[in-house]
C-alpha cells in the first residue's frame, strides 16, 4: 500500500531518476537482477526504484553511477535533488541553501541543532512528533537529516560553523537517557572540529541579567555568493530573511546573544560533564 501511494507522490526527480536507469540498464542489455547483482541489490529493489515504488537512496545512486554513469555524472547530479525532496516543505528551500554555506551561526533553545544530531535522536525527535509519521516516512526523514553532517566535512571552501545551545537542551532527554548521553557526546566530539564552535547558554541567565535569546531560535548563513541571510522557523512554518536592514537586526542580536554564552572551552567541559551525569 505504502509502495503504491510512493509512485503516485513520487516527485520529478525520482521520476527521472527511474527512467534514465531503466533506459541504460536496457541499453546495456542487462537484466534487473543483473544490475541488481552489479550494485549489490535485490531484482526487487531494482524494480521498485524502476516503478517509482521505492525511490533510489543515496547509496543506491552512488553505485547506479559507477555502472550505469557513462560518464555523464547524471545519477551524482541526482543526489542533491532527491535529497531535497526529503526534507519537509517548509526545510527544503533552506536545506540548499545550508549544504553551500560559508558560515552558518545557529541559536538553539528547545533541542540540539538538527546539523549536529545523531541517528538516534533525530529518529526519537522525528518519530516522536505530532501528529505521528508513518516508519517508513521517519526512516527517510532521519537519513535526510544525518545527511546534512556532510557540511562538517565539506572543503573549497570549508564551512565556519557556529552553534549557540541552550543548557536546557542539553539536559532534556529524547527516546531515552542514553539517547541523550549519546547525543551530547557527539556534541562534544563536533565540537572539538577546526571549523566548528559550540558554546552553551547558562539556565541561570535571565537571573543574572539581561537575556538576549528570550526571542527563540534563528540561524544565520552567509551564502555562497556572500549575501547574508536569516533564517526562522516555528510550528512546521519558515521564513527566509533577506532585507538587509533586519537580517542585521538579528545578526546584531545573535552577536550579543554569543557574548552571554559559556567561552566555547567552559562549553565543551559543561557537555562533557552533563554527558557523564545522565541517568541511566
Request: net charge negative; with cysteine; aromatic share 6%.
Amino acid at each position: 500500500m505504502a509502495r503504491a501511494a510512493n509512485k503516485l507522490a513520487a516527485s520529478g526527480t525520482a521520476r527521472m531518476v527511474a527512467a534514465f536507469a531503466k533506459a541504460r540498464r536496457e541499453q546495456m542489455g542487462l537484466t534487473q537482477e543483473e544490475l541488481g547483482a552489479l550494485i549489490g541489490y535485490t531484482a526487487s529493489a531494482i524494480s521498485a526504484m524502476e516503478t517509482c515504488a521505492q525511490p533510489a537512496s543515496d547509496k543506491m545512486l552512488m553505485e547506479l553511477e559507477r555502472v550505469l554513469g557513462d560518464g555523464m555524472n547524471i545519477f551524482e547530479m541526482a543526489r542533491k535533488f532527491v535529497l531535497l525532496d526529503k526534507y519537509p516543505p517548509q526545510f527544503a528551500d533552506f536545506a540548499l541553501m545550508e549544504a553551500e554555506a560559508v558560515t552558518l551561526s545557529s541559536y538553539e533553545t528547545y533541542v540540539v541543532a538538527g546539523l549536529f544530531q545523531t541517528a538516534d535522536y533525530a529518529r526519537a525527535l522525528i518519530g516522536g512528533s505530532f501528529p505521528k509519521l508513518p516508519d517508513e516516512q521517519v526512516e527517510q526523514l532521519v537519513d535526510a537529516r544525518l545527511a546534512r553532517r556532510a557540511l562538517f566535512d565539506r572543503s573549497d571552501p570549508t564551512a565556519m560553523i557556529e552553534l549557540i545551545l541552550d543548557e536546557s537542551a542539553l539536559r532534556r532527554p529524547f527516546g531515552s537517557w542514553d539517547t541523550l548521553r549519546g547525543q551530547l557526546h557527539s556534541l562534544a566530539e563536533d565540537s572539538e572540529r577546526d571549523n566548528v564552535s559550540v558554546q552553551v547558554m547558562p539556565m541561570d541567565r535571565g537571573a543574572r541579567a539581561a537575556h538576549a535569546g528570550e526571542r527563540g531560535n534563528m540561524v544565520l548563513v552567509e551564502t555562497a555568493e556572500h549575501h547574508h541571510v536569516a533564517y526562522l522557523e516555528a510550528h512546521d512554518e519558515s521564513m527566509l530573511v533577506s532585507d538587509p536592514a533586519k537580517v542585521a537586526r538579528l545578526a546584531h542580536r545573535y552577536a550579543k546573544i554569543r557574548t552571554q554564552a559559556l567561552s566555547p572551552d567552559d562549553s565543551a567541559s559543561l557537555i562533557r560533564k552533563l554527558a557523564g551525569e545522565q541517568r541511566t
